[in-house]
């Protein structure tokens, strides 16, 4: 069976993705000297742009890395490639972007001064859909023992990066026991987040999750819930620092991300929690639809 088309565009030139398009001297490929941003389409809209152009920013800034193009010429080439997407697959649905930068080629070599020229490649394919079933049931997780998670003083988490060997091994260890994702601790023992998401608890009506010096990415879902969503959902909501023993005591747990915005969590390893319609989870997840829908409808400039 082929494999489903996604559409590529290199520096501006667009392809398919699975043509090769960077030199095996690029830099990305060879040490991981690169970064990236995942942005989705909600109602054809890309969703919080400025953000997550802020976000790349700030990683650009913590790698010393210039970044290609200003975010409205990079908005355009967005366009051109969802656009191309469309045509070529005739999918209408919500898609799912990745823009990923990298410092370059050049000789081989640590020194960033051989680099030449930063390279974009941007990715677009149809935004992942969590299953009705999974929605229901939740999710299932468990906790990285072999591995913790990199610290804020080596290479911090917060830095969106292309170096996901860390994220790869736990999870890698947490599907070998049939888990669906993984939970990764810090080296003072503090809950983190998972491979690809930030978490998030519920304790006594409201949600608590491991504040950003625990060693997490600062992800927009989180903030978002954070600094919004909760709010409307007149649900309780703070930072807080979470340790394994302390799961018991929650009566619900969920993963946030930018492509599945909050999906509900069954279980860590031994540990249930509660899933269903009458959940705070759900009431947030309710109150996220609703801000996604006015964000839409506020930003037409960002139709996709």
Not at 269 to 279: I, P
Request: hydrophobic letters at 45%.
């Amino acid at each position: 069976m082929p494999a489903p088309y996604i559409q590529a565009n290199t520096n501006g030139r667009l392809h398919s993705a699975h043509e090769p398009s960077l030199s095996p001297l690029n830099r990305g490929f060879l040490y991981g000297d690169a970064i990236y941003e995942v942005w989705r389409t909600y109602h054809g809209v890309i969703f919080t742009w400025d953000e997550h152009w802020r976000r790349l920013e700030r990683s650009a800034l913590a790698l010393h890395l210039t970044l290609p193009l200003a975010p409205a010429l990079m908005l355009v080439e967005i366009k051109r490639t969802v656009a191309a997407f469309r045509t070529e697959t005739h999918f209408a649905g919500e898609v799912y972007i990745r823009l990923q930068v990298t410092r370059g080629g050049g000789a081989i070599g640590l020194d960033v001064a051989l680099a030449d020229k930063p390279d974009f490649v941007l990715l677009v394919q149809p935004c992942p859909v969590v299953a009705p079933e999974t929605l229901r049931a939740g999710l299932k997780l468990s906790l990285a023992t072999s591995l913790r998670r990199n610290s804020t003083a080596t290479l911090s988490p917060e830095w969106k990066t292309g170096n996901y060997l860390n994220n790869i091994l736990c999870l890698r260890e947490a599907r070998a026991r049939g888990a669906d994702e993984v939970v990764m601790l810090n080296l003072a023992g503090e809950v983190t987040e998972a491979a690809v998401s930030n978490i998030a608890f519920v304790r006594d009506g409201a949600l608590l999750t491991p504040p950003l010096a625990s060693g997490i990415l600062g992800g927009i879902t989180r903030a978002l819930v954070l600094e919004k969503i909760a709010a409307a959902a007149g649900v309780p909501a703070r930072e807080a620092v979470l340790r394994p023993e302390e799961f018991a005591a929650m009566q619900e747990c969920c993963l946030l991300s930018s492509t599945k915005d909050l999906t509900p969590v069954a279980a860590i390893d031994g540990t249930r929690f509660k899933v269903g319609a009458d959940t705070v989870t759900a009431r947030l997840k309710s109150a996220f639809a609703d801000y996604a829908r006015a964000y839409a409808s506020a930003h037409p400039e960002l139709k996709a």
